[in-house]
């Protein structure tokens, strides 16, 4: 198993921009993929990127392309969300995650149950 534990999360204003940070320990951060996930009030928990091991290829939800953007430094055990141009809409819970099925760290998977270690989870609200 892996700990993650995400940092970074505040109140911002739309437009404005917020880099998450996910911190892994437990297992050789470059042997699996990792992904970030969030759940808005009232609402169903939701894939927003990922990245496979080597951190050459990486996903995105329709929703985010082209403003966030996921990256890894397996250097440093540590995974980050650089959001930028953030909506009200982007309001939610963020979760790191990670995924050890070797399928999913090869190419890439989106879903919750490909994923097996969760962090606590990070707040970000972005106002109007």
């Known amino acids: 198993q892996v700990q993650l534990v995400e940092s970074g999360g505040g109140l911002v204003q739309a437009g404005d921009s917020l880099r998450l940070s996910c911190a892994a320990s437990?297992?050789?951060?470059?042997?699996?993929?990792m992904g970030w996930f969030r759940q808005a009030p009232g609402k169903e928990r939701e894939f927003v990127a990922t990245?496979?091991?080597?951190?050459?290829?990486?996903y995105y939800a329709d929703s985010v392309k082209g403003r966030f953007t996921i990256s890894r430094a397996n250097a440093k055990n540590t995974m980050f969300l650089q959001m930028n141009s953030l909506k009200p809409e982007d309001t939610a819970v963020y979760y790191c995650a990670a995924s050890f099925r070797d399928y999913c760290s090869s190419y890439g998977c989106t879903e919750e149950a490909d994923f097996g270690s969760w962090g606590q989870g990070t707040q970000v609200t972005v106002s109007s």
């Open positions: 437990g297992r050789t951060f470059g042997s699996y993929a």
């Open positions: 990245i496979i091991r080597s951190g050459g290829n990486t």
